[in-house]
């Protein structure tokens, strides 16, 4: 496993299964010992969010930084007061779920300069079988059109390529060529191959460090 920056962004396209690893990586750090915070800065979609699982990981003792507004209709929820004092807090780790898209990444500008005075961990989660990055091509457009808008330097990518209870890890290699392709464009590492424990045990061996093992605790991604 990498070793874990002070702040994590999860950034992807719609659908991507950002917010699921988002969840579980701010359990493992928890696991690590670490203070965590997770903030919820999805203004995207309404549905699917670190917000649903709140109390589950309060019960874990992390703690979750969300608009007052979130799971609501109003169209515009504001940032809450409290983002900002992830960065004045130099003892607890941090973990961003960032909206789909380059919509959902465009409010990250908002703490720009916050974020340039921190070494981060930027991943681009990526999932090939999503229609719009299926392929080489639409993975490059994603990943350029939401690294431009978040104003953030992407560290390395991560394969999460599923398809809910039909994922295997056939399809999981199938996205990880794409993935190494991707990386090899975007001079990028690829930090993590991500599935259920089940999914990732038929890997063959040579995947076996850059595995990282997702549990289902919101009803989205497999």
Same mark, same amino acid.
């Given at each position: 496993?990498?070793?874990?920056?002070?702040?994590?962004?999860?950034?992807?396209?719609?659908? %991507? !299964?950002?917010?699921?690893?988002? &969840?579980?990586?701010?359990?493992?750090?928890?696991?690590?010992? #670490?203070?965590?915070?997770?903030?919820?800065?999805?203004?995207?979609? /309404?549905?699917?969010?670190?917000?649903?699982?709140?109390?589950?990981?309060?019960?874990? !003792?992390? %703690?979750?930084?969300?608009?007052?507004?979130?799971?609501?209709?109003?169209?515009? /929820?504001? =940032? @809450?007061?409290?983002?900002? %004092?992830?960065? $004045?807090? #130099?003892?607890?780790?941090? &973990?961003?779920?960032?909206?789909?898209? +380059?919509?959902?990444?465009? /409010?990250?500008?908002?703490?720009? =300069? +916050?974020?340039?005075? $921190?070494?981060?961990? &930027?991943?681009?989660?990526?999932?090939?079988?999503?229609?719009?990055?299926?392929?080489?091509? !639409?993975?490059?457009?994603?990943?350029? $059109?939401?690294?431009?808008? %978040?104003?953030?330097?992407?560290?390395?990518?991560?394969?999460?390529?599923? =398809? #809910?209870?039909?994922?295997?890890?056939?399809?999981?290699?199938?996205?990880? $060529?794409?993935? +190494?392709?991707?990386?090899?464009?975007?001079?990028?590492?690829?930090?993590? =191959?991500? !599935?259920?424990?089940?999914?990732?045990?038929?890997? /063959? @061996?040579?995947?076996?460090?850059? +595995?990282? @093992?997702?549990?289902?605790?919101?009803?989205?991604?497999?």
């Amino acid at each position: 496993m990498r070793e874990p920056k002070r702040i994590t962004v999860f950034l992807g396209y719609y659908g %991507s !299964g950002k917010t699921e690893l988002a &969840v579980n990586y701010a359990l493992y750090l928890k696991k690590l010992g #670490k203070e965590v915070t997770i903030v919820d800065y999805d203004f995207v979609n /309404p549905y699917y969010r670190t917000y649903d699982v709140k109390e589950m990981l309060a019960q874990n !003792g992390i %703690s979750v930084i969300a608009s007052a507004y979130a799971n609501t209709n109003l169209e515009n /929820p504001a =940032l @809450p007061a409290e983002v900002a %004092s992830v960065f $004045e807090e #130099k003892d607890r780790y941090v &973990v961003f779920d960032v909206g789909g898209g +380059e919509d959902g990444a465009i /409010p990250l500008g908002r703490y720009h =300069l +916050e974020f340039s005075q $921190e070494v981060c961990d &930027v991943f681009f989660v990526f999932n090939a079988r999503r229609l719009m990055t299926a392929d080489l091509a !639409g993975a490059l457009e994603a990943y350029a $059109e939401i690294a431009a808008v %978040s104003r953030l330097a992407v560290t390395a990518i991560i394969n999460n390529t599923h =398809l #809910k209870e039909e994922t295997d890890a056939a399809m999981l290699l199938e996205g990880q $060529e794409i993935a +190494e392709a991707l990386a090899e464009r975007t001079h990028l590492p690829i930090a993590y =191959l991500s !599935g259920k424990p089940e999914v990732l045990a038929d890997l /063959p @061996p040579r995947y076996r460090e850059m +595995e990282f @093992p997702i549990h289902c605790y919101i009803n989205l991604i497999f």
